[in-house]
């Protein structure tokens, strides 16, 4: 799993690592100046204004994360960045995040034989006929690895 995480978190680029930080900081360095500027004797002990303002930071800090994943992400599955990326920041409180999510296309692959880019679920490259799973030779219907025969037409699969 961790692969597969570490994989995800390297889709997102490094220009909005930039912005996270500067987002952080300037949501930290406004609660200091703004908010605890003039409480007198009534300001909250360090703790708390240490605490307090990390969860609007860091909040924002993420958000600007998640829009950099969905402008990397949907260029890597063939969708609109500029697109999705609008969208995301435009349809208010992470609607825009859900519907990505749930409307975004497969990943595609890349043909091993030619280089060029296939949908997925595609069984054979349509540039240059290299087959991505195993297939039967008398249907071409997809085959697992082990089977000795073919479950669509019952032809004897070769070793």
Not at 6 to 25: C, D, H, N, Q, T
Not at 110 to 137: D, E, K, L
């Amino acid at each position: 799993m961790t692969g597969v995480l570490k994989r995800e978190l390297g889709v997102i680029p490094g220009p909005a690592y930039v912005v996270a930080a500067v987002v952080f900081l300037l949501v930290q360095t406004a609660f200091y100046t703004f908010m605890w500027r003039d409480a007198g004797p009534s300001q909250p002990g360090f703790a708390v204004r240490l605490l307090i303002p990390l969860i609007p930071s860091t909040f924002l800090a993420l958000l600007a994360l998640m829009v950099g994943y969905v402008n990397r992400d949907a260029g890597r599955r063939g969708m609109s960045r500029a697109l999705w990326t609008t969208l995301v920041i435009v349809i208010p409180n992470g609607l825009g995040f859900i519907l990505y999510f749930l409307l975004r296309s497969p990943l595609r692959l890349t043909c091993p034989g030619c280089g060029a880019v296939m949908t997925a679920g595609a069984n054979f490259c349509a540039n240059c006929r290299y087959s991505f799973q195993p297939t039967c030779a008398q249907c071409k219907a997809a085959v697992r690895a082990g089977d000795t025969f073919c479950a669509h037409c019952g032809a004897e699969l070769k070793k």
